[in-house]
C-alpha cells in the first residue's frame, strides 16, 4: 500500500505526524488524522503543479493526489513525505 505522511512542526522542534493519507484498491485515496485537516483536503484540495496552469486535485483523483502532496506541503511548518510503501 502507497502513503504519504503529512508532518506539523512541534513548538520543540520535533515533528507530528498530522495525518496519514493512503491509496486505497479502487484508486481513491483515505486519509486519516486531524479532523479539521482532512476536512480542508477534502473540501479544498491541493495544487497540480504538473499542470502549467495549476489546477487541483482531491483524494478521489488517487495517486496523482497522493504524489502532489509533498509539492504542496513544504514549508518549515508543514510537510509531506515521499510516497512510501507497506
Do not use: H, W
Not at 62 to 68: A, M, T, V
Amino acid at each position: 500500500m502507497k502513503y504519504v505522511e503529512i508532518y506539523k512542526l512541534e513548538g520543540d522542534g520535533s515533528q507530528k505526524i498530522i495525518a496519514t493519507c493512503a491509496l486505497q484498491p479502487n484508486d481513491t485515496v483515505i486519509c486519516n488524522g486531524q479532523e479539521v485537516f482532512i476536512q480542508n483536503l477534502a473540501k479544498e484540495g491541493i495544487n497540480d503543479y504538473t499542470q502549467e496552469k495549476p489546477t487541483k486535485l482531491f483524494p478521489k483523483d488517487g495517486l496523482k493526489f497522493l504524489e502532489q502532496l509533498r509539492f504542496n506541503f513544504k514549508s518549515g511548518y508543514l510537510n509531506a513525505s515521499e510516497i512510501k510503501e507497506q
